[in-house]
């Protein structure tokens, strides 16, 4: 059995209605093309920047949404008005327009390298409090975002509760870009045997954040089968579960893990947010 799904690499500017209505015709562009899940870049509704999360935060649910497919709503800023905090949150569809799943991004994108970047989601954000994966009529898949894909025990987790796919909407830079971000989408995909995609804005360079772009598609033997640079496009790629069983089967690592030694890392737990 095999699905297709799309990474729409959005140009997004500081016009929230233009960047709604870009997404929306992508995914409809996306949806005609056979693509049956897609996956939206990291603040795709505003600019990446601390200091415009609250002026583009929404509550949610709020959405509206209309396509034959499962759509991964990559992130915008989410404002809980019960306590007041805001979240770099995924909200995800199913093809009849209820809202599925709801992921708000766990590791909060602080650091500091001299001279070249030193970011603080922490200064607006909070972190989210649980992992999440949702069922679809293809099999289970997972969401993190973008900083998330740091953290090998969440993609371990999400291959242990039987995920087939983990999309990461992610928006990173033009330092880690080029270092880490394909390297850490193989090695997530290799380690766990599962396809990984991730899916960021198109890089503007007169914002203040120059994303990487490059969003990509990897394979469960960690190889890269769909890629682009760093203008707005669409990455399809086809997930083939008979691959996956093929390549789980000749080096059976997934089968072979040792829990009884790992038992230094902290239980599998899934709170709510
Ligand atoms: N938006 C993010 O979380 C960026 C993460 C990033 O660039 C990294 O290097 O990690």
């Not at 959005?10 to 409809?28: G, P």
Request: charged share 20%; net charge negative; glycine share 6%.
């Amino acid at each position: 059995m095999s699905f297709k799904i799309a990474c729409i690499q959005l140009a997004v500017s500081s016009d929230k209605s233009k960047n709604l209505t870009n997404a929306k015709n992508k995914i409809l562009e996306a949806s005609k093309n056979g693509a049956k899940i897609i996956c939206l870049p990291e603040c795709f509704n505003s600019l990446y920047g601390t200091n415009y999360f609250s002026q583009y935060a929404e509550n949610i649910p709020n959405g509206e949404s209309e396509s034959k497919a499962y759509i991964i709503g990559g992130s915008i800023p989410e404002r809980e008005d019960s306590t007041g905090k805001l979240y770099n949150t995924c909200t995800v569809y199913n093809p009849e327009g209820s809202m599925i799943a709801k992921h708000r991004k766990v590791h909060l994108f602080d650091i500091d390298i001299p001279g070249k970047i030193t970011f603080k989601e922490s200064d607006s954000l909070s972190a989210g409090n649980s992992l999440t994966h949702f069922d679809t009529k293809f099999g289970k898949i997972g969401v993190g975002i973008c900083y998330d894909i740091r953290f090998p025990e969440m993609a371990m987790i999400a291959a242990q509760e039987g995920c087939i796919v983990m999309f990461y909407p992610g928006a990173f830079n033009m330092t880690t870009g080029p270092l880490h971000w394909e390297l850490l989408q193989r090695a997530r995909a290799l380690d766990n045997q599962f396809y990984v995609a991730t899916c960021s804005p198109a890089r503007d360079m007169s914002a203040t954040y120059n994303a990487w772009g490059h969003s990509t598609v990897v394979n469960p033997s960690g190889a890269v089968i769909a890629t682009t640079d760093h203008e707005e496009s669409i990455i399809y790629a086809d997930i083939d579960l008979d691959e996956m069983k093929s390549i789980r089967q000749s080096i059976p690592t997934t089968l072979q893990k040792r829990y009884d030694l790992y038992t230094k890392i902290t239980s599998i737990t899934s709170n709510s947010n």
